[in-house]
């Protein structure tokens, strides 16, 4: 997803969200100090305005047309961004302290924490971090595993396709094994950038950069631990009966010589490279004989052959029936929808805002499948939260949180329900109620098996970063959370020069990853808010609010406030509550509870 200014390698990576609006103006502010830091913000903006225009289109060039020269051309651009934000927090820095009104310093710390790692105040210290971010983000892009001979090097897409389609425990381990042997070099190195990163941030005032990623939660650092602890004890039970079924389903599918019925999972045998997504191995998981809904939306595409275009259309008129406007021409001029045929393109989806608020687009290489059909409800809605924040000052271009941003086009995939399908035509009538506890079952091996790695991740760095892990304790520790979070467990012994954590691109790629986690949990919070406001009766999980102009306006309201209000404030617009709530979570998936515990009845639970 490009936003006003979007991320770029490792140490210059942006930081998305609202941060902690200090109290009321106090009575002694310094007038000249509150001109001077208005006069310093503003001229900022206008400049990031100029330059976000500049490295945006460079992205573009550099996804869209792949060669060595629209590479470098994207770097340089990434760089001159970076260096710019760099000399703007310098100059701001001379505010801290100072007192002044409560809009002036969010805007100060918000440009503060446009990098997630602020490079250090010496200046060969910080080339050494920018040196070590690259250097870390391009190993693991070039990250191959070659057995048995330097002739047979397969990289992630291939390693990964193994852990999804194999069932082979020999061709998993191998897999997962040698994509793992990517993070040993990187280890030493990362230490380093750690500590430079800590450098910087302790420039700006903060702890740590761990902490300094936690101000952006308009809380301060410690109490958004304690809401993510609280959020995560909310969700745990579910999860707890999730794993124990999949334990069950593994056992009876590979033995209890390598699944133990009472304890962890193996990674490498949930379907992904990191058993953060279980949807793979729904296969082994859904009893034999047993089916869901029966719609298959993929088959339905296919049969009625629906253009990737016509998949664009039906998108853009579940906004519009929310009362959103219509997408500009633009869009349709300038998106890319197929993989072209003539060059390679980075075909990840994702969501753009160029060089002005009508040139919004996507990037995707449509497949008419259900999963793409998913993705472009999801990536439009990125695209409708920048438009309805682009009047905000260019600080305030943002989700009200980190998480925001992903749980807008979240929650409107969830509205893709069997009512929905039939209210569109792709559905002659929606299907009984018979099958809905295997499609939340489906659903739950995506949504629910990947909270415990959404909060590990950074619970990890938070410790790596106040210094509470050394080097040689690193991958140990990336475990120990794991486990005790996840009940999963790496296959084979790991030792101290193993470097675990290095194999999932949001370490060495030095990106927040905490956003995820609340993602998960403020999709179905919006969701439920806005069933509710289109006046939906019935099970959560069965509710569309398709055409609902009450639910559009509610939404709307939200998402113009972008980063300007804290997200309580913002969340409350849509919600009503102040709060991030897991119940609307549970909620929707209390069928899929009451069965699990059914189901497991008697049989081991927790590990």
């Not at 009321?24 to 913000?41: E, H, K, M, P």
């Not at 002044?100 to 790692?117: F, G, I, S, T």
């Not at 090097?153 to 042997?181: I, K, Q, Y």
């Not at 969701?527 to 509610?554: I, Q």
Request: charged residues 25%; aromatic residues 10%; contains cysteine.
């Amino acid at each position: 997803m490009t936003l006003r200014v979007p991320a770029a390698a490792a140490s210059v990576a942006i930081v998305l969200g609202a941060v902690r609006a200090a109290g009321a103006q106090g009575a002694a502010a310094d007038t000249s100090s509150v001109a001077a830091a208005r006069r310093l913000l503003d001229a900022a903006e206008r400049e990031l305005t100029i330059r976000s225009v500049k490295v945006n289109r460079a992205g573009w060039i550099g996804e869209n047309f792949i060669t060595h020269d629209t590479e470098v051309l994207a770097a340089d651009a990434q760089a001159e961004v970076a260096l710019a934000i760099k000399r703007l927090v310098d100059e701001a820095r001379r505010f801290d302290g100072a007192a002044l009104p409560a809009d002036v310093r969010r805007r100060l710390l918000l440009l503060k924490l446009q990098l997630a790692a602020p490079a250090p105040p010496d200046s060969v210290d910080a080339a050494e971090m920018s040196r070590l971010g690259a250097g870390l983000d391009a190993d693991y892009g070039r990250g191959r595993y070659c057995n048995p001979a330097p002739t047979s090097c397969r990289n992630l897409d291939d390693l990964a396709r193994v852990l999804a389609e194999s069932r082979n425990p020999d061709s998993l381990l191998d897999a997962w094994r040698g994509w793992h042997t990517i993070g040993v070099p990187m280890r030493d190195r990362y230490a380093r950038f750690v500590a430079l990163a800590n450098e910087g941030a302790r420039a700006m005032g903060f702890a740590d950069a761990g902490a300094m990623w936690r101000a952006g939660y308009d809380m301060p650092p410690d109490s958004f631990v304690v809401v993510v602890d609280k959020l995560w004890q909310e969700v745990r039970p579910l999860y707890v009966q999730l794993h124990a079924f999949v334990r069950r389903r593994l056992v009876a599918r590979y033995g209890p010589k390598l699944v133990p019925p009472g304890g962890m999972l193996s990674v490498q045998l949930l379907g992904d490279m990191w058993g953060q997504d279980w949807s793979n191995i729904a296969d082994v998981v859904i009893p034999p004989g047993a089916s869901g809904s029966g719609v298959d939306l993929t088959a339905i595409l296919k049969a009625r052959k629906v253009a990737p275009l016509d998949m664009v259309r039906t998108g853009e008129r579940f906004y519009v029936s929310l009362g959103f406007d219509s997408l500009p021409a633009t869009f349709w001029e300038r998106s890319l929808f197929v993989r072209p045929k003539d060059r390679d393109v980075v075909c990840h989806a994702s969501a753009w805002y160029i060089d002005d608020p009508t040139d919004l687009r996507i990037k995707m290489c449509i497949e008419p499948n259900a999963d793409e059909f998913r993705t472009i409800h999801h990536e439009l809605g990125h695209d409708y939260y920048f438009r309805a924040y682009k009047d905000q000052p260019f600080l305030y271009q943002a989700g009200a949180n980190d998480g925001f941003h992903e749980a807008i086009g979240d929650a409107i995939a969830l509205s893709i329900t069997p009512r929905y399908l039939k209210e569109i035509g792709l559905l002659d009538a929606e299907p009984p109620a018979t099958g809905d506890t295997l499609d939340l079952l489906r659903l739950a091996l995506d949504h629910v098996a990947f909270l415990p790695f959404g909060i590990t991740i950074d619970k990890w760095r938070w410790e790596v970063f106040a210094g509470k892990v050394t080097p040689d304790q690193y991958t140990k520790r990336w475990w120990e959370l794991r486990g005790s979070y996840g009940g999963v467990m790496p296959p084979i012994p790991r030792s101290a020069t193993d470097f675990d954590p290095g194999a999932k691109y949001h370490v060495p790629g030095n990106v927040p990853y905490m956003r995820y986690f609340l993602a998960q949990i403020l999709e179905f919070q919006f969701y439920r808010a806005m069933c509710r406001a289109a006046g939906s009766t019935g099970p959560l999980y069965r509710c569309s609010y398709y055409g609902s102009k009450e639910a559009g306006r509610r939404l709307n309201a939200m998402l113009q406030l972008g980063a300007s209000r804290p997200w309580p404030e913002a969340l409350a617009t849509l919600t009503g509550q102040r709060q991030m709530d897991a119940t609307a979570l549970l909620d929707y998936f209390q069928p899929l509870m009451v069965w699990l515990e059914r189901q497991n009845k008697g049989a081991p639970v927790e590990w």
